[in-house]
T-cell receptor
């Protein structure tokens, strides 16, 4: 089975722009979670989707949003980018919500200039 | 105070040494995860624990729910074990993960 894939792998944007990141979970996995990793804050939970519904949301402003499609692929969007949004964005999938092991993708490294 | 605290933050060992990384948490949890992150960012899930002890190869993870403490042990450490090890807890209210700051492990040959 192919692993979790994320596109793009690297991205450079400027302040004020918006960005959309994509995550394709392992085939058959229906739960997708998104995380942000920065040197200062470490890893932080963004949101979790299961069967196209957002089940959990972390403490991030409304500029951060996401969605999940019927094929379980997920996208996250960040609008009005700020310098502090520069981070590694990781997604992880599990077969069902609350399933044991989370399978992480390689991440998208976003740089905001 | 962070909900999840790891110690030490940095650890340097010689090949073959026995290594212990500790994780303490302050919230109620349904499970605790140990993750490994290599340079470049890729994260691998090592263990998920809700009680007792699990072993996989040279890695052993234990958890004491009453004391809100978990340890990750590496026996016969090897330079390829060099990575950041991250503890994360799954709160009882849902499946969101709260992460520790990570332990940077360097194993020298």
């Amino acid at each position: 089975k192919a692993g979790v894939t994320q596109t793009p792998r690297y991205l450079i944007k400027t302040r004020g722009q918006q960005v959309t990141l994509s995550c394709s979970p392992i085939s058959g996995h229906r739960s997708v979670s998104w995380y942000q990793q920065t040197p200062g804050q470490g890893l932080q939970f963004l949101f979790e989707y299961f069967s196209e519904t957002q089940r959990n949301k972390g403490n991030f402003p409304g500029r951060f949003s996401g969605r999940q499609f019927s094929n379980s692929r997920s996208e996250m969007n960040v609008s009005t980018l700020e310098l502090g949004d520069s981070a590694l964005y990781l997604c992880a999938s599990t077969p069902r919500q609350g399933e044991e092991t989370q399978y992480f993708g390689p991440g998208t490294r976003l740089l905001v200039l | 105070k962070n909900e999840v605290e790891q110690s030490p933050q940095n650890l340097t060992a010689q090949e073959g040494e026995f290594i212990t990384i500790n994780c303490s948490y302050s919230v109620g949890i349904s499970a605790l995860h140990w993750l490994q992150q290599h340079p470049g960012g890729g994260i691998v899930s090592l263990f998920m624990l809700s009680s007792g002890k699990k072993k996989h190869g040279r890695l052993i993870a234990t958890i004491n729910i009453q004391e809100k403490h978990s340890s990750l042990h590496i026996t016969a450490s090897h330079p390829r074990d060099s990575a950041v090890y991250i503890c994360a807890v799954e709160e009882t209210s849902g499946s969101r993960l709260t992460f520790g700051e990570g332990t940077q492990l360097t194993v020298n040959p």
